[in-house]
């Protein structure tokens, strides 16, 4: 990519979530900063104060999440300084393919600085000859029920986040219909469970799910469309990619076997080592025996108890780094209020204690070695404040679970070792600040439950 010679046309919009915009060229991405649209006239912040923020979107990826989460599924790309005049350009172009609902914030044309990525959707071991790879995004969310005595309202410890988050979105009118997908049961590790998850993902998408074709998004929500999704398009889709054995053709012609081995297909991914290496590791740690009130599935009709994640698995990784909330919110925000306060009496401290980075080994040090009962410090706050942030972005992670087909599909009645890979993108360090909105939020959905009574549709 030659900077002085960047031109519009060669990038096309790819995507967005809520904090920043990303346009894709064959193999590279550049995830553009996002402001709300009533900056969009004055900038939030200097060019300079966007590269940190960059910059500190890499340090965090590649020196504390890349640790916590395994290096082999993470790439953690490089900030890029862009022509004033390309970006401005490139905004011009994107707009009218972005969604409506996304349209509270506008693309940051100011700084010139953006994150460049590698395509995950379109990788580099592509052979244009092939059919183009297919690529699954899921954004599991939060996968554990809490069980920190800070938790005030007993609930809390039945009915999971997500399924919680769910009521209230559709209280306020964000989605039309609330997801049946339950990340406890994507998380459980028990093949039946994670089956019936990612059924539900496929059925109501939200922004939970999208599937990509050759680094075309070809299955996603469409938010206050009331279209349902066309499920015999996406069988159109699958189908080349998942025929294995001649013999096997003819009734996948026919019927939604594809959808099922291709839910089969990502449940393997999800649970492996990441690398297509195909046998599992049978060291399973964890109980994964914990059910959500508010998921529709059968407790009776599980077959088969599960024995939790493989250790080595990606869904494995995240989960721990997500428990590294220990506290719930609830515990979590008097010690927030202790590092507040120590600051407000100590402003100089914020860079010695690494407030806002830098986020490097010693920030990982840190984190890790937190003691483990509250001695009354500034510094045991600091720690459990930082692993509540990192534990706060491996909840909003997304996973990338990109199958290459190659000729050998047809041959053979069972898929092809590497024929796979796995990777997790979305790993930046959540504000310090954000963690009084946190509580907020936190109450104004349990009440909502509570209110609601889980009763609506
Ligand atoms: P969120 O609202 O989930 O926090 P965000 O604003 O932080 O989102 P990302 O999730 O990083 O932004 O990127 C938005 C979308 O762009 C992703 O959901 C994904 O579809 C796509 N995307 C991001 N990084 C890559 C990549 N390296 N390769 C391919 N697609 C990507
Ligand atoms: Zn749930
Ligand atoms: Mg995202
Ligand atoms: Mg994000």
Redesign the pocket.
Known sequence: MELDKMDENDWKY???????L?V?HVQV?L?LLKYPAEDSENPPQTAEQAFRQIQNIVDFSSNVMSSLLGEKFI?SGEVVKLPLEFVRQLSIKVQHQRPAWRCDKVMDIYSGCALC?????SPALHQPTHTPPLCI?I?PKCGFLPSSKHVSKDIKTKVCRFCMHQHYKVANGKWKRRSLYCPLDLFSGSRQRMHFAIRHLIEEPQ?NF?IFKGGQCIYSSKEGSDDSLDLNSLLHHLRPYFMYGNNRINSHMMGKAPLNDFIQFLVNALLSGGGGDGGLVMDRRGEGRSFCEASPINKERIRHGSQGLPSDSVLFRILQTQMLDTLDIEGLHPLYRRVEQHLQDFPKERYRLQIDGPYNEAFLEKLQKCPTEDDGSVEYAVAKVHQYRVAMTAK?C?V?VTKERDFQDFLSSRPPAFSYSVSI??L?PKPFDSIPRQLRLDQKIVSCYLRTGGALP
């Open positions: 790819h995507g967005e979530g809520n904090k920043s990303v894709s991405i995830r790439h990525l590698p395509n995950l959707t995004e954004k922004n999208k909003d997304s990338m993108l979305d930046d």
